[in-house]
């Protein structure tokens, strides 16, 4: 089991930064990757981001290239997401998530095994 906690949303004006924050627990988090998806009123949940469990390997979304970083601290245990340049467009409720297929990579949603409740984020313009 993992249990995952995302923290750092909030409402920021357009073109400015946020963090956010997912701490997992339950187990040895250096080897599985996380994922950052988001998701919007009507819509399917999308992917954003991931990184592989040593943080050697990152994939993100065109959408948010150049503008977003993803990055772990296997120490302490969280994934981060870095936004910056931040559109009305983001606004979404971002959910953390984990697939323990060591080194995985992968943009699939329904290929995460544990996922976070989510945090809101809301970008004005």
């Known amino acids: 089991q993992v249990q995952l906690a995302e923290s750092g949303g909030g409402l920021v004006q357009a073109g400015g930064s946020l963090r956010l924050s997912c701490v997992a627990s339950?187990?040895?988090?250096?080897?599985?990757?996380m994922f950052w998806f988001r998701q919007t009123p009507g819509k399917e949940r999308e992917f954003v981001a991931g990184?592989?469990?040593?943080?050697?390997?990152?994939n993100y979304a065109d959408s948010v290239k150049g503008r977003f970083s993803i990055f772990r601290d296997n120490a302490k245990n969280t994934v981060y997401l870095q936004m910056n340049s931040l559109k009305p467009e983001d606004t979404a409720v971002y959910y953390c998530?984990?697939?323990?297929?060591?080194?995985?990579?992968?943009?699939?949603?329904?290929?995460?095994?544990?996922w976070g409740k989510g945090t809101l984020v809301t970008v004005s313009s």
């Open positions: 998530a984990a697939d323990l297929r060591p080194g995985s990579i992968t943009t699939i949603g329904g290929a995460m095994d544990y």
């Open positions: 990184v592989t469990g040593s943080g050697s390997r990152t």
């Open positions: 339950g187990r040895t988090f250096s080897t599985y990757s």
